[in-house]
């Protein structure tokens, strides 16, 4: 393991923190339960940080959780916003990528893949 | 439904994040033939009267499920290539799972991506280190998460730099270790 690398890494990425302020705007989740996992939730978590890093999109972070419920819709992808969290079903690899070039990044959800949407009362 | 190797071992992975634990172990070794697959975790354990039951797939303490199927088809698919499935408490809390598959024999399933299984599992579990240990007959290679993050500073582990520091790392691992398919 070449951990010296990691020592450049971390200048670089320090440097990029501090021009933008260190807020996450949106947080993507996904479900990594047993269900979520046969489903395809694998490849969805990896096209979402793959597209997250391609746009270079610095306030939104990529995160997992386990089970859902909702194993008939998975694999289940949640994103958190300020004042909502809109939760989609079925989301492989290609809506994966829809939802972050047309949600995280234009604002406007793929509405055929929204299960639910939640106020968030701030 | 789970296809490949690599599948089961984030069922695995999940199972001890499930389970609150703040260390897992990951060791995959292949040696004299073996392919041996071990989770180990300091999570909650399997309580003794339920540890008769995780074989069955009937049972499972999730509240919203009605079947568990992780451990009963990966027991299943060890003893069919000859290996065989283990569950264990650990000392000091916390669970160990052990499943061997004999690596040449026809019904072993491919061991499927573990290098893009295991890295978006380890970078997106804020508050636990993993331990990956990859080993064959000759060498044991390995890979810990607090040694990177030690390193890294506030950088999360999910910075994309970081990801593909973690991919490119573990990939190394895997081709020294020996644990690629053949065919």
């Given at each position: 393991m070449k951990l010296e690398e990691l020592r450049k890494i971390r200048e670089r990425a320090e440097a990029e923190l501090r021009l933008r302020g260190g807020t996450s705007r949106v947080k993507i989740v996904v479900g990594m339960g047993t269900s979520g996992i046969a489903?395809?939730?694998?490849?969805?978590?990896?096209?979402?940080?793959?597209?997250?890093?391609?746009?270079?999109?610095?306030?939104?972070?990529?995160?997992?959780?386990?089970?859902?419920?909702?194993?008939?819709?998975?694999?289940?992808?949640e994103i958190h916003e300020p004042t909502r969290a809109t939760i989609y079903g079925e989301v492989d690899e290609a809506a994966a990528r829809r939802i972050v070039a047309e949600h995280v990044v234009n604002g406007r959800p793929v509405t055929e893949r929204v299960v639910e949407v939640r106020e968030v009362k701030g | 439904m789970i296809e490949d190797l690599a599948m089961h071992l984030a069922d695995l992975v999940q199972n001890s994040l499930r389970a609150g634990a703040r260390?897992?172990?990951?060791?995959?070794?292949?040696?004299?033939?073996?392919?041996?697959?071990?989770?180990?975790?300091?999570?909650?354990?399997?309580?003794?009267?339920?540890?008769?039951?995780?074989?069955?797939?009937?049972?499972?303490?999730?509240?919203?499920?009605?079947?568990?199927?992780?451990?009963?088809?990966?027991?299943?698919?060890?003893?069919?290539?000859?290996?065989?499935?283990?569950?264990?408490?650990?000392?000091?809390?916390?669970?160990?799972?052990?499943?061997?598959?004999?690596?040449?024999?026809?019904?072993?399933?491919?061991?499927?991506?573990?290098?893009?299984?295991?890295?978006?599992?380890?970078?997106?579990?804020?508050g636990v280190e993993f331990t990956v240990e990859l080993s064959d007959d000759r060498v044991t290679w390995l890979l810990s998460t607090r040694e990177v993050r030690e390193r890294l500073g506030d950088v999360p582990l999910h910075h994309p730099e970081v990801l593909c520091f973690l991919e490119n790392t573990l990939r190394e691992g895997m081709d020294a270790a020996g644990l690629k398919e053949a065919r």
């Amino acid at each position: 393991m070449k951990l010296e690398e990691l020592r450049k890494i971390r200048e670089r990425a320090e440097a990029e923190l501090r021009l933008r302020g260190g807020t996450s705007r949106v947080k993507i989740v996904v479900g990594m339960g047993t269900s979520g996992i046969a489903a395809g939730a694998r490849q969805t978590l990896r096209a979402l940080l793959d597209e997250v890093a391609r746009r270079g999109l610095k306030d939104v972070i990529v995160t997992q959780t386990g089970e859902k419920g909702l194993a008939a819709q998975e694999p289940i992808v949640e994103i958190h916003e300020p004042t909502r969290a809109t939760i989609y079903g079925e989301v492989d690899e290609a809506a994966a990528r829809r939802i972050v070039a047309e949600h995280v990044v234009n604002g406007r959800p793929v509405t055929e893949r929204v299960v639910e949407v939640r106020e968030v009362k701030g | 439904m789970i296809e490949d190797l690599a599948m089961h071992l984030a069922d695995l992975v999940q199972n001890s994040l499930r389970a609150g634990a703040r260390h897992i172990v990951v060791r995959l070794a292949l040696q004299e033939g073996l392919l041996q697959i071990v989770v180990s975790d300091d999570g909650a354990g399997i309580p003794q009267h339920d540890l008769a039951q995780v074989m069955d797939p009937f049972f499972t303490t999730k509240e919203r499920a009605r079947i568990g199927l992780g451990l009963p088809l990966l027991a299943q698919t060890a003893e069919e290539t000859g290996g065989r499935c283990s569950v264990t408490p650990r000392h000091g809390g916390g669970t160990e799972v052990r499943a061997q598959f004999r690596w040449n024999h026809p019904d072993r399933p491919p061991l499927g991506d573990v290098v893009e299984t295991l890295v978006p599992l380890l970078a997106t579990s804020p508050g636990v280190e993993f331990t990956v240990e990859l080993s064959d007959d000759r060498v044991t290679w390995l890979l810990s998460t607090r040694e990177v993050r030690e390193r890294l500073g506030d950088v999360p582990l999910h910075h994309p730099e970081v990801l593909c520091f973690l991919e490119n790392t573990l990939r190394e691992g895997m081709d020294a270790a020996g644990l690629k398919e053949a065919r």
